[in-house]
T-cell receptor
């Protein structure tokens, strides 16, 4: 069975702190994809990153970075020098290649609050 | 230009009523989805359509019926609304249909907050 666990329900930090959001997944598939989405207070879902299971290279995009480790089935997300605009709920998601459509299994989300 | 749009944004209605939520995408995507986000923010897929055909139908009550008049639209009709249907419903679309190498990101609509009184 596929499952995504985001153990941190809520994280509060002060601006400029670095913060890491954890994501642990379960799957028996050898080919799968992992995603991170951001849901700001306005409610829409914003795509952040997609990573396939064969690419364990860490990714950096501005203040965002992702650490994919198959050995621990984790795909953690770090925000460096956090800003108030980073306040949102962040979802990690998983999908398997064999599904006939892009069915995403979401984690329960981590609410990040960044205080000035 | 809005990529995935949903109407209405807010919907407040009484138990037992029938209501519809509309979704349209102007991205030329082949696949569209409906997700339900409950009060605890948990997101779960409900339906997926690829080129107007139902692909995914999760364990959702029969009171929920998706309708896809064309591949740019996927509407959600809900009969006999219940209190537990209160949630935010997200429509999404993607280009891919799940074949190898074509798993594209999903673009989400702004969501429809449904409140059943």
């Amino acid at each position: 069975a596929q499952k995504v666990t985001q153990a941190q329900t809520e994280i509060s930090v002060v601006e400029k702190e670095d913060v890491t959001l954890d994501c642990v997944y379960e799957t028996r598939d050898t080919t799968y994809y992992l995603f991170w989405y951001k849901q700001p207070p306005s409610g829409e879902l914003v795509f952040l990153i997609r990573r396939n299971s064969f690419d364990e290279q860490n990714e950096i995009s501005g203040r965002y970075s992702w650490n994919f480790q198959k050995s621990t089935s984790s795909f953690n997300f770090t925000i460096t020098a956090s800003q108030v605009v980073d306040s949102a709920v962040y979802f990690c998601a998983l999908t398997r290649e064999e599904w006939t459509s892009d069915k995403l299994i979401f984690g329960t989300g981590t609410r990040l609050q960044v205080f000035p | 230009d809005t990529a995935v749009s949903q109407t209405p944004k807010y919907l407040v209605t009484q138990m037992g009523n029938d209501k519809s939520i509309k979704c349209e995408q102007n991205l030329g995507h082949d696949t569209m989805y409906w997700y339900k986000q409950d009060s605890k923010k948990f997101l779960k897929i409900m339906f997926s359509y690829n080129n107007k055909e139902l692909i995914i139908n999760e364990t959702v009550p029969n009171r929920f019926s998706p309708k896809s008049p064309d591949k740019a639209h996927l509407n959600l009709h809900i009969n006999s609304l219940e209190l537990g249907d209160s949630a935010v419903y997200f429509c999404a679309s993607s280009q891919g249909s799940g074949t190898s190498g074509s798993l594209d990101e999903q673009f989400f609509g702004p969501g429809t907050r449904l409140t059943v009184l």
